[in-house]
């Protein structure tokens, strides 16, 4: 794991169902200390690691590169509810989200739409991890 990761953050990597092909969406993901330590357990997978903030997504491009260049990692500026998969995207197999108000109920009045967009990006079976629990709580999502 990189050096640096909170106790909490590595808290939420260690409950992860990650394995080493895993694909996984990180909605919110700051400066990218978490994308970064799952890239670091990721053989043949990728984490797509997404923020509505530009600063957020600059600064995690920053600390990350060497996970980037290793096409285990990418970052992209969006909002959730904004959120598609790109034409050459493959659907993931989960998602997760740390302090994101959208699904933490800060933000209700695009849950519906956030969900179904999260919905949409992950492969049948797919599931979604936020905190609030031991350290995850996992959201049930629209069927698609």
């Known amino acids: 794991m990189p050096p640096g990761l909170s106790p909490r953050l590595a808290a939420v990597v260690d409950a992860l169902p990650l394995q080493r092909h895993t694909r996984v969406l990180e909605i919110g993901c700051g400066p990218g200390a978490a994308a970064r330590a799952i890239a670091h357990r990721l053989v043949d997978g990728h984490i797509l690691a997404i923020d509505r903030s530009a600063k957020a997504c600059a600064q995690a491009r920053a600390i990350a590169a060497d996970e980037i260049a290793s096409g285990r990692m990418s970052v992209r500026q969006v909002a959730v509810e904004d959120f598609a998969l790109d034409g050459d995207d493959e659907p993931f197999d989960f998602a997760f989200a740390i302090r994101v108000g959208v699904l933490d109920g ?17 492969r049948p079976g797919g599931r979604l991890f936020v905190d609030g629990g031991r350290p995850l709580r996992e959201i049930s999502l629209p069927a698609h």
């Open 106 to 122: 800060r933000h209700m009045q695009f849950r519906d739409q956030a969900l179904d967009r999260i919905a949409a990006a992950l």
